[in-house]
């Protein structure tokens, strides 16, 4: 691999060289030396002016072309996608694989293109580190709207820092689940305090006072759940609250273990009503309560959030709508708002609780 050497401050800073021709050719970009449509030099000029390989140049120009700033036509050659005033706009999301993720994206892709907007789609795979490297990697493109579904949002591992700093430089970017309070930064989030409080209220009205929420502590939105959950339960006097968190993906089965240790409590101790702080984490406690022969609602009743596609438990499940679609269409309309010179939005968006058959009243057990 082919490298050019900077140095500054006594100091050696080795660059690749095919980032080197990837970024003079996106100040190229940036300077509207090219339009949009125009074709940028062949790849043996830039082996020349470069003395660089074809493979060097050739991974130049594929970077170049996953971020959407040009078009390769195979015979024809390299051509521009977008220009200094380019229509482009990415969205971050945590786990494109999620039952959420895809609605939202659909719902703010089809608003981007009747608006003739184009979108870089991005998956962060729930890694900080991965999100900051995609978010600094389209700046540099010249992305110039954002909508991001931030990861580890609670916590100081997150990329609040960096939000900040684009938004001072101009960036306009739209927060979607998580509200940090960034000046210059528009978010569209549910009411998620709404959803636990509601939920312990239901526990409380048929009886229960024995309960347990279980959420992720890294994300925002469900340590709100279970902070309202807990709070209300508080109020309302309930006799015994399991507080019950996890800081990594569901999806790698952290909440079933978490459900295991709850439902294998003695009969008089284990929880008979329990708050997921999502559908998915609801499902993993349903499969641990049918290989421990308990019933849903006989022995546990469950709440969740989101209304997720989750299977046969999906017709079953007492949860809380989450407008999924809606969502990223409003996300997409408040940042081309804000595109096009308009102040900031905070939009709340209330879940509407769907009354299924996970819930029953307390079964009473011999103390």
Not at 103 to 112: F, N, P, R, S
Not at 171 to 184: E, G, Q, R, T
Not at 211 to 234: E, M
Not at 300 to 319: A, H, K, N, Q, Y
Request: hydrophobic share 40%; glycine share 6%.
């Amino acid at each position: 691999m082919l490298y050019v050497r900077t140095f500054q401050l006594g100091a050696i800073a080795i660059t690749p060289k095919y980032t080197v021709i990837e970024r003079y050719l996106l100040e190229e970009l940036k300077s509207g030396k090219y339009a949009v449509g125009d074709k940028l030099p062949t790849e043996k000029e830039l082996m020349k002016k470069f003395s660089a390989s074809r493979e060097t140049v050739r991974k130049a120009l594929d970077r170049l072309s996953f971020k959407a700033a040009i078009v390769r036509r195979p015979g024809l050659g390299t051509f521009v996608s977008y220009g200094r005033d380019n229509h482009l706009v990415g969205i971050l999301v945590q786990q494109i694989t999620s039952y959420i993720f895809p609605y939202i994206v659909l719902g703010a892709e089809d608003h981007l293109f009747r608006n003739e907007y184009k979108m870089l789609l991005g998956n962060s795979s729930e890694d900080p580190v991965k999100e900051r490297q995609i978010l600094s990697e389209w700046i540099e493109s010249g992305v110039k709207g954002l909508i991001i579904d931030p990861v580890y949002s609670a916590t100081k591992r997150s990329n609040k820092d960096l939000v900040q700093s684009m938004a001072k430089s101009g960036v306009k970017i739209v927060l979607v689940h998580s509200d940090w309070n960034i000046d210059n930064v528009s978010c569209n989030v549910l009411d998620d305090a709404y959803g636990g409080e509601k939920a312990s209220e239901i526990f409380f009205e048929y009886g229960h006072q024995r309960v347990a929420v279980i959420y992720k502590s890294t994300h925002l939105p469900g340590v709100i759940r279970a902070k309202s959950f807990v709070d209300r339960c508080k109020q309302l006097g309930f006799t015994k609250i399991y507080e019950k968190s996890f800081n990594v993906s569901e999806f790698t089965g952290a909440p079933m273990q978490i459900a295991h240790e709850l439902m294998s409590l003695p009969a008089q101790l284990r929880p008979t009503a329990v708050f997921c702080y999502n559908d998915a984490t609801a499902l993993q406690l349903q499969l641990v309560a049918k290989r421990l022969a308990l019933n849903i609602p006989e022995d546990i009743s469950v709440i969740g959030f989101d209304d997720g596609p989750i299977g046969d438990f999906r017709e079953v499940l007492t949860t809380f709508s989450h407008p999924k679609e809606e969502v990223g269409r409003k996300s997409a309309e408040i940042l081309l708002d804000m595109l096009n010179g308009s102040n900031t939005h905070r939009v709340v968006h209330k879940p509407e609780l769907i009354e299924r058959s996970s819930v029953a009243k307390v079964k009473e057990y011999p103390r």
